[in-house]
């Protein structure tokens, strides 16, 4: 259930670690912890009602809603543009490769919907994407096996150093800032 709905709030635009959390899925299939099947089953049919819900949200308020609200959940007019051209440069296909593009993955479905893309053609190429993308992630995640918690322990260092830096550099823009405020 916690795959399930972690991939449904992820497609529609919560910010979830979706390819990191297929990875991890894999892992613990490989562990015998998850079972292959409902493990598939359950990041497909959350994907594909996370893509769903995005399309209906798309089809029925259209872009005024987006245009409106989607600075909330940091969806701007150029991102709609870019993945409107997007979609127009690679059609259909583009809803099967989105999925692998973060960023497209959450807004190619509003995109459709909007532009009133016909429900069973946006359902056979963002269905057939969000299985091959499931699968993708989760086969990698199991064939990574004990690198993953390798690979897993370095990527954690490495945000904690990112964070670190950005939180420093963050104070040093801060103090210097204030500083120059008290001189003025």
Not at 112 to 137: E, M, N
Not at 139 to 155: D, H, P, R, V, Y
Request: proline fraction near 3%; aromatic fraction near 14%.
């Amino acid at each position: 259930m916690g795959i399930f709905s972690l991939l449904m709030f992820g497609i529609i635009g919560v910010p979830v670690p979706d390819e990191a959390l297929l990875a991890f899925s894999g892992y613990l299939v490989s562990r015998g912890q998850l079972g292959l099947v409902p493990t598939i089953a359950a990041a497909f049919l959350g994907s594909i009602c996370g893509i769903s819900i995005s399309y209906w949200i798309g089809r029925s308020g259209g872009l005024f809603l987006i245009r409106r609200y989607g600075h909330r959940v940091h969806i701007t007019p150029q991102r709609i543009e870019r993945v409107t051209q997007w979609l127009d440069r690679f059609g259909r296909w583009g809803l099967i490769i989105g999925y692998f593009v973060p960023g497209v993955r959450h807004m190619t479905a509003l995109v459709a919907g909007a532009s009133q893309l016909k429900y069973p053609v946006f359902a056979i190429f963002a269905y057939s994407g969000g299985l091959l993308w499931a699968v993708t992630f989760i086969t990698a995640g199991f064939f990574l096996e004990k690198e993953w918690l390798e690979k897993s322990a370095a990527i954690h260092r490495m945000i904690l150093i990112t964070f670190a830096a950005i939180a420093f550099i963050l104070l040093v823009y801060y103090l210097l800032t204030r500083k120059s405020r008290k001189k003025t």
